[in-house]
C-alpha cells in the first residue's frame, strides 16, 4: 500500500502540474484570440486530465480517511478548487473584454498557487500561517 499511495500523490502532482499548465495555454491563446483554445480537442483534453486529477485527490482523500470538516487546509483547498474553476470559466469564455480574461486569469493563477501553499504546508492560510 505505501508504494501505491506514493505512485498515487506522484501522480496527483503530476496531473496538477498539467492540468495549470494545459489552462495556461489555453489561457494565452485565448488572450491571442487563437481558436484552439476553446475547440472541442482541448476542453476534451482538459476535462480528462482534470477527471484523472479529482480522482487521484479523491483517492488519496479516502485512503488517509480525512474530512475536510476536521482537516481545514483540506477544506481550505476544495473551496478555493471551485473559485478557481469559476474564474478560469471566466478567463477562457465567459468575461467579456480582452482585461477582464487577463484579469480572471491572473486570479485563477493566483489561486492555484495558494492552493499549492495549502496543500505543502497542511495549513489553511498556506504560506501566510507559517
Known sequence: MPNLYAATQHTHVALVV???VLFALR?????????????????????GIDTALLAAGATLWWWLQIHPLHQHWLG??????????????????RAR???????????????VAQMVAIAQ?????????L
Do not use: C, D, E
Open 18 to 20: 498539467l492540468s495549470v
Open 27 to 47: 489561457w494565452v491563446g485565448v488572450l491571442a484570440n487563437a481558436r484552439w483554445p476553446l475547440q472541442r480537442r482541448a476542453r476534451m483534453l482538459s476535462m
Open 76 to 93: 481550505a483547498k476544495l473551496v478555493l478548487l471551485v473559485v478557481y474553476i469559476v474564474l478560469g470559466s471566466f478567463a477562457l469564455k
Open 97 to 111: 473584454r480582452w482585461w477582464g480574461k487577463l484579469l480572471f486569469g491572473l486570479l485563477a493563477l493566483a489561486v
Open 121 to 129: 504546508t497542511r495549513n489553511p492560510l498556506g504560506w501566510l500561517g
